[in-house]
C-alpha cells in the first residue's frame, strides 16, 4: 500500500475580517448556520421519480456495444436522454398485450370503404 503523501499547511499570517460568497452576502454567524442546516438536511442523488421522498427502483444491465449505440441514437433522434427513453420504451413493453392491442385499434383510423 502507498504511504500517504503528508499534508502541511502554511500560516501566511494573513487575517480576513470579513469574508463574502460569489453573491455579496457576509458570510457571519447566522449565514454560516443556514448553510450548515441546509446541508445536514439535503439528500444527494437525483430527485425521486414518483415524486415522494423514496429512493426509486433501480435497473442495471449489460448491453452490447453496438446496443449501446443504437439506444443513444434513437434517444438522440427522440430529443431525449438514454435514461427517459428506455424508461417510455419499457413503459410500452410493459403493458400487457392485450390493452397494447386495443390502444392499437382506438388509434386505428377507421377503413375506408369503395
Not at 504511504?3 to 460568497?21: K, L, N, S
Not at 448556520?33 to 442523488?45: C, L, M, Q, S
Amino acid at each position: 500500500m502507498p504511504e500517504q503523501e503528508e499534508v502541511r499547511y502554511v500560516d501566511t499570517g494573513i487575517t480576513v475580517d470579513h469574508a463574502y460568497d460569489l453573491d455579496g452576502r457576509e458570510y457571519d454567524d447566522a449565514y454560516v448556520e443556514e448553510i450548515a442546516e441546509r446541508t445536514r438536511t439535503r439528500r444527494g442523488g437525483r430527485p425521486s421519480l414518483t415524486g415522494e421522498a423514496k429512493i426509486s427502483p433501480r435497473l442495471q444491465l449489460r448491453v452490447t456495444p453496438s446496443l449501446d449505440n443504437a439506444i443513444t441514437r434513437a434517444a438522440a433522434d427522440a430529443n431525449m436522454t438514454k435514461a427517459d427513453w428506455m424508461r417510455s420504451v419499457l413503459s410500452i413493453a410493459a403493458v400487457p398485450k392485450p390493452q397494447r392491442a386495443a390502444s392499437r385499434q382506438r388509434r386505428r383510423p377507421a377503413a375506408r370503404r369503395s
